[in-house]
């Protein structure tokens, strides 16, 4: 998969509520299968195992054979690169909102001084 492609993969996985949650388990509780993620989830474990199979294949997450169980853990060096781009992203959006801003600001005022000189035209 290419790294736009992968990019892209990586938006869709993590934009899906359900495997947010299934991130911040696996975060906070470390290491574990997918019957156990669904005991503390509302979903079943088949829902899970999909779930991680989105996770797995953009990398947030891998899992590792430990005799008859799968183990999932989080790949960090995977996160930590999506973290960076999300912050990225996020940097990006705030310019182009700030600048939107400015116009709006812009815009209003000069609708304002154009008020101002009509009324004063008015009343001469």
Same mark, same amino acid.
């Given at each position: 998969?290419? /790294? *736009?492609?992968?990019?892209?993969?990586?938006?869709? %996985?993590?934009?899906?509520?359900?495997?947010?949650? &299934?991130?911040? $388990?696996?975060?906070? *509780?470390?290491?574990?299968? !997918? =019957?156990? $993620?669904?005991?503390? $989830? !509302?979903?079943?474990?088949?829902? @899970?195992?999909?779930? $991680?199979? &989105?996770?797995?294949? @953009?990398?947030? &997450?891998? /899992? *590792?054979? #430990?005799?008859?169980?799968?183990?999932? @853990? +989080?790949?960090?060096?995977?996160?930590? @690169?999506? %973290?960076?781009?999300? =912050?990225? &992203?996020?940097?990006?959006?705030?310019?182009?909102?700030?600048? +939107?801003?400015? +116009?709006?600001?812009?815009?209003?005022?000069?609708?304002?001084?154009? #008020?101002?000189?009509?009324?004063?035209?008015?009343?001469?």
């Amino acid at each position: 998969m290419s /790294g *736009r492609a992968l990019d892209q993969h990586l938006w869709a %996985a993590v934009a899906e509520p359900s495997r947010l949650r &299934v991130l911040d $388990l696996l975060l906070a *509780r470390g290491p574990a299968t !997918p =019957t156990m $993620l669904a005991q503390e $989830l !509302p979903m079943t474990r088949q829902a @899970v195992t999909k779930h $991680l199979a &989105v996770l797995d294949k @953009v990398g947030l &997450v891998e /899992g *590792r054979r #430990q005799g008859r169980e799968v183990r999932y @853990v +989080i790949e960090p060096e995977r996160m930590a @690169v999506a %973290a960076r781009t999300m =912050t990225e &992203v996020a940097a990006q959006w705030d310019m182009r909102l700030n600048a +939107i801003k400015r +116009i709006a600001e812009s815009l209003h005022a000069d609708r304002r001084r154009q #008020q101002k000189t009509l009324k004063l035209e008015d009343a001469r």
